[in-house]
């Protein structure tokens, strides 16, 4: 990796996500269509996808782009308003552009992960936090030889320095300190990591870089546990099962998508859990949903494993298909979080 990547990585980051914060300004209630797993996807998905994967063509023309939308959302008639809005948003950014080419360029990242080196975009990592006006972030990372070694998350909404308060008993906290209506701050920050390089967080309108790490508490009794809003993406049940095994005292925080991952890192949490939904039992972990993430908790000094203790396997081309849900912590009680999951049956 050299300076260009790396610059590039919390440039394009930062682009797509004020053009996150210009949709949420102008569009009260986001336009969606339903994908065939009924996930919302909106204008912000797909623009973000188009703009990255053309910047990404631009600088490093060679490497594929492993994406989540594609462009068969406008097949139909309300697809095609669909794109009309997208390619608006686009050409604030790059006026050139147009509804032909947007499409091309959403089409792009369905690249399948075979090459040596090769770029993994979440645009929109929670879609519906976005359309409730909360927490989500844009995840880019890059891969070699099937590891990831580079990823920046731009957290639009998350104040920098924001992190989880220390819940008292029973209550649950859905925002930063300060900000507990979970509204969105536009204040905005970008987690970035390089590997070997450690982790830092840059303000999303500046550019001063912080290096961050994850917290020193050893105890898992002093935890605090991070989970899904949604309870769709996890089992509620289970991690409550697990926080009491761990004789945790307060109730796990609720934050949308790899904010998460910043938040761990930077020290304002110990735990990230990702169970096995009873809705989804078959359910595979998609690699842009940890792709990012993983690099900048990694560079951070904490941990990332499955269910089971296994490293995260990204080998599979678009699917963590050899490993079973998600658990990241600071490091330090890692072994004592998977025991705790192992004794629960989760």
């Given at each position: ?16 996500s ?12 986001p ?32 490497d ?11 097949a ?10 997208v ?12 509804r032909?080419s ?11 992960g ?6 993994v ?42 992190e989880?308060a ?21 204040e905005?920050?970008v ?12 303000p ?9 790490h ?13 989970r ?44 990230l ?37 296994k ?17 990241a ?6 072994s ?11």
């Amino acid at each position: 990796m050299n300076n260009d990547m790396k610059q590039f990585v919390i440039d394009v980051v930062k682009e797509a996500s004020k053009l996150a914060l210009a949709v949420q300004q102008e569009m009260v209630t986001p336009t969606t269509v339903e994908k065939s797993d009924k996930s919302p996807v909106t204008v912000c998905d797909l623009a973000i996808q188009a703009l990255v994967s053309r910047r990404l063509a631009e600088q490093f023309p060679n490497d594929a782009l492993v994406g989540e939308e594609s462009n068969d959302v406008f097949a139909d008639e309300a697809g095609q308003k669909l794109l009309d809005q997208v390619t608006g948003f686009v050409q604030r950014f790059e006026p050139s552009e147009n509804r032909t080419s947007v499409a091309s360029w959403i089409e792009r990242g369905r690249d399948e992960g075979d090459e040596n080196r090769y770029w993994v975009l979440d645009p929109v990592d929670g879609t519906k936090g976005f359309l409730r006006r909360q927490q989500y972030a844009i995840a880019l990372g890059l891969t070699i030889d099937k590891t990831p070694v580079l990823g920046a998350l731009g957290c639009p909404c998350w104040p920098r320095g924001g992190e989880p308060a220390r819940a008292p008993a029973r209550e649950t906290i859905t925002a930063p300190v300060g900000r507990l209506d979970s509204s969105c701050n536009s204040e905005g920050t970008v987690y970035f990591a390089s590997q070997g390089e450690g982790a830092f967080s840059i303000p999303l309108h500046g550019t001063d870089l912080t290096p961050i790490h994850v917290s020193d508490v050893s105890d898992a009794s002093l935890a605090r546990v991070l989970r899904s809003v949604e309870k769709g993406h996890t089992n509620v049940g289970q991690i409550d099962y697990i926080v009491e095994k761990l004789n945790i005292k307060t109730d796990p925080v609720s934050i949308d998508s790899q904010v998460k991952y910043g938040v761990l890192a930077s020290g304002g949490a110990e735990i990230l859990l990702r169970l096995i939904s009873p809705k989804m039992p078959n359910y595979k972990e998609k690699i842009w949903d940890q792709c990012a993430g993983v690099v900048v908790l990694q560079e951070a000094g904490g941990i990332v494993s499955d269910l089971d203790g296994k490293p995260l396997d990204f080998t599979h081309g678009r699917t963590l298909a050899e490993n079973r849900g998600v658990c990241a912590t600071n490091g330090k009680i890692h072994s004592a979080v998977l025991d705790a999951i192992a004794a629960v049956g989760a």
